[in-house]
């Protein structure tokens, strides 16, 4: 190794120490806890998979269904984020930047606050129904708006949407406006200028959109808890419980480990299907 | 289209009529008329900021006309959106798509007209060829030099074998060796394809080396329009004069159908009375030591040579007259320069019809 080599590597050393020191030593440490074992509210130390054939028989389908649900959350931002930066970018002209900045405003109010806005839009004696019923298109208040899936994918689905907009947008101010009249020019319709030119150009950020909301989404268990109902519906939730009711460290840290292994290959299985095959 | 026809002129291939341009309170484009004949190559010359892109534009159909109306082949294409005209352009810039190799980008208007892969796959090859860019068919976009980008840019609009190419200054953004070998490519395809080319550039050498038709602009106007020479030897204004190449400009005053420069000279020249502006290309000046001047007076100036610059093809030739009027004089062989040096009395003078009357700025 040259000397240059070795001082660049040691300009970098305290910042990777303070990611080791805050993030690497806490993950491995509950990575060794995964394959403990807990007897009689103790934690044991050892070698078993016992925690992890848990995670599989016991919540299997809850964990696909978890899966599902954050993917459901991701798309749904990708889309809606899309179609917002789109607008930001290209129709509303040079103020594009300020319609951003006003979605990152939206943040402000918080994490709970929209959960309860959501709550207070969907439940039975809510803003929803009062319309509807105010209108006369129903007679009785709707029960199924509110502690569903549905309820829960639309309200996380609306918390995440910002973070979706901001890569996306900064992806699609780096496409030239002149790559899209040439497509024109070259007969594209506005719909295969879409498909062909610009959707391939912003691929990277689409998918760190969709990487950001899935992340996010899949480990969440407080929207689930406010507006899923009585049943617990998401992995999250039951990590939660698993860590803190429970007291079953290896269960929760196998659960949390699963999740994460299979985020990772969903992500990588996105990335591989819109970036990794080309060039 | 009857009129022209009885006036038993071709019907041109692209013709606006009063076409304007105003975005809000400016006005980019004053209202012009303009007619491009099949098979020609005409260049739009301007200064920047002028309107040659709005112009292009218009034409290719990205912007709109305030007024007026932009015929291509006898049809109104007025309200046509861009890809159902019958043009195709190469953009200032470029435009190329990065996210595709130099083939896809050149096919890439025929894969959209749903064009069959071998008839595609055939005549990438063959506008390959032509643009001399063959070997690097499979390279991305990012691997290529500015040159090479610029004739993908050309390739990708001549495979669409347009009924008019538009070019939007392609060649600013190289260096002169890489520009004067493209625009013999230019002049080479324009032959082989038998296309109408309108070429925008603000590069008066690149206009007169390339169109057989010139249209000068100025602040959103047509000054005007002729064939190179023509423009060049009959600048209609000032401005033209000034901007194709070297001039003198020679004010003076019309009495009784009799000119009396400011610079000396009297001559007869029909027209109205009041002041007149007449220019004077340096290479039509001729110039000799004043010693050899006969005695009887000339339709010339004397004066001293102020400056001597050997231009290689060339010497220009600075003469200052007694009132301080300058004339500039273009010798285009050094060896007549000789005799002449810096200090040395000359007379110059020049043919009756080496001057050019023009509007006034
Ligand atoms: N979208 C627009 N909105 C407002 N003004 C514009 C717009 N496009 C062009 N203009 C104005 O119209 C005038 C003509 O512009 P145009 O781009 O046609 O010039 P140009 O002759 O191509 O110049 P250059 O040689 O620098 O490319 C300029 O004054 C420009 O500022
Ligand atoms: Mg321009």
Redesign the interface.
Do not use: K
């Given at each position: 190794m040259t000397a240059p080599a070795v001082k660049r590597i040691a300009a970098l050393a305290p910042a990777y120490g303070i990611l080791a020191g805050l993030f690497l030593v806490p993950i491995a440490l509950l990575f060794a806890v995964s394959f403990w074992s807990v007897r009689s509210f103790k934690l044991e130390p050892g070698f078993s998979l016992d925690a992890y054939i848990r995670t599989f028989t016991v919540y299997g389908s809850l964990f696909v269904w978890t899966l599902l649900m954050a993917a459901a959350v991701a798309i749904l931002c990708v889309v809606i984020g899309f179609i917002f930066a789109y607008g930001a970018r290209f129709r509303v002209g040079t103020h594009g930047d300020l319609f951003i900045l006003a979605t990152m405003i939206t943040l402000f109010g918080g994490y709970l606050v929209k959960i309860y806005s959501w709550k207070a839009i969907l439940s039975s004696n809510g803003i929803l129904n009062s319309l509807l019923l105010g209108l006369g298109l129903v007679d009785q208040p709707v029960g199924w708006f509110i502690f569903n899936r549905g309820a829960v994918i639309v309200a996380l689905a609306h918390f995440l949407l910002p973070f979706a907009i901001l890569p996306i947008y900064s992806a699609l101010r780096n496409v030239p406006d002149i790559t899209l009249d040439a497509a024109r020019d070259l007969g594209a319709s506005p719909w295969a200028v879409l498909v062909k030119v610009v959707l391939p150009q912003c691929r990277t950020g689409l998918v760190a959109a969709f990487a950001i909301c899935f992340l996010s989404a899949v480990g969440d268990y407080v929207t689930p808890m406010f507006l899923g109902g009585g049943s617990a519906i998401m992995l999250g939730q039951f990590i939660v419980s698993e860590f803190s009711t429970r007291f079953n460290w290896p269960s929760g840290a196998a659960m949390s480990f699963s999740l994460m292994g299979a985020s990772a290959l969903v992500i990588g299985a996105v990335w591989l299907a819109f970036i990794g095959r080309r060039r | 289209m009857s009129e022209a026809i009885r006036a038993g002129e071709a019907e041109p291939l692209l013709r606006l009529s009063a076409v304007s341009k105003r975005y809000g309170a400016a006005t980019a484009l004053h209202p012009i008329d303009l007619a491009v004949t099949k098979g020609s190559f005409t260049a739009i010359l301007g200064p920047s900021g002028c309107g040659k892109s709005t112009l292009l534009r218009l034409i290719?159909g990205?912007t709109e006309p305030s007024t007026g109306s932009i015929e291509i082949a006898g049809r109104d294409v007025t309200r046509l959106?861009?890809?159902k005209r019958p043009?195709?352009?190469v953009?200032q810039?470029?435009?190329?798509?990065?996210?595709m190799t130099v083939a896809e980008n050149v096919g890439?208007?025929l894969t959209?007209?749903r064009r069959s892969r071998s008839e595609i796959g055939e005549r990438v090859a063959e506008t390959l060829a032509l643009v001399r860019l063959e070997e690097l068919a499979g390279r991305?976009i990012q691997a290529l030099s500015g040159g090479q980008q610029q004739r993908v840019a050309l390739a990708?609009?001549l495979i669409?074998r347009p009924l008019i190419l538009l070019l939007d200054e392609p060649l600013a953004a190289l260096d002169l060796k890489l520009r004067q070998a493209m625009q013999t490519e230019l002049r080479r395809i324009h032959k082989e394809t038998n296309g109408t080319f309108v070429f925008v550039t603000h590069d008066q050498g690149e206009a007169f080396s390339l169109a057989d038709n010139l249209v000068v602009m100025n602040e959103g106007r047509i000054e005007q329009i002729g064939r190179p020479q023509d423009v060049y030897i009959r600048p209609k204004t000032l401005f033209v004069s000034q901007f194709v190449g070297d001039t003198n400009i020679l004010e003076g005053t019309r009495r009784s159908g009799v000119v009396e420069l400011a610079a000396g000279p009297r001559f007869a020249s029909a027209g109205p009375d009041g002041k007149v502006t007449f220019v004077l290309r340096p290479e039509t000046v001729r110039i000799r030591p004043a010693q050899d001047l006969p005695s009887s007076p000339i339709a010339g100036i004397t004066g001293t040579i102020e400056e001597l610059h050997l231009l290689g093809d060339g010497a220009r030739i600075t003469v200052t007259a007694p009132e301080g009027h300058q004339l500039i004089v273009r010798l285009p062989n050094p060896r007549f320069g000789d005799g002449l040096a810096p200090g040395i009395r000359v007379a110059v003078d020049w043919a009756d019809d080496a001057l050019t009357e023009v509007g006034a700025p």
């Open positions: - | 290719a990205f959106v861009p890809e043009t195709n352009m953009f810039g470029y435009g190329l798509f990065p996210h890439f208007g959209i007209a991305p990708r609009a669409m």
